[in-house]
Nanobody
């Protein structure tokens, strides 16, 4: 099992940047993903990264603006968010799944382990 703790959220103006972190403890050999949930909306996929960090995949809405990365020595996954927009406002969650799948996980049901989330608010 793995425990996940997100940090780095906050309030930022449109066009600004934030970097979210997800610290993992326990067993940490997982593929990782970031999801977000805006008020009144379903939780949606943002980005995912493989075990070694060599493979990544993004939602179209964040491609070119967000970058997912990981530092396995620190058991931490990051989400660098640039050119933030008000529509990026949401609670951001990190999630973990087995690294043995051949396809990218983009559904909530693909991930058995979740953090508690961190709030990101982008003002216009």
């Amino acid at each position: 099992q793995v425990q996940l703790v997100e940090s780095g959220g906050g309030l930022v103006q449109a066009g600004g940047s934030l970097r979210l972190s997800c610290a993992a403890s326990g067993r940490t050999t997982y593929s990782m993903g970031w999801f977000r949930q805006a008020p009144g909306k379903e939780r949606e996929f943002v980005a995912t990264i493989g075990l070694t960090g060599g493979s990544t995949y993004y939602a179209d809405s964040v491609k070119g603006r967000f970058t997912i990365s990981r530092d396995n020595a620190k058991n931490t996954v990051y989400l660098q968010m640039n050119s933030l927009k008000p529509e990026d406002t949401a609670v951001y969650y990190c999630a973990a799944r087995s690294p043995l799948y051949y396809t990218f996980g983009t559904l909530q049901s693909d991930y058995p382990y979740w953090g508690q989330g961190t709030q990101v608010t982008v003002s216009s």
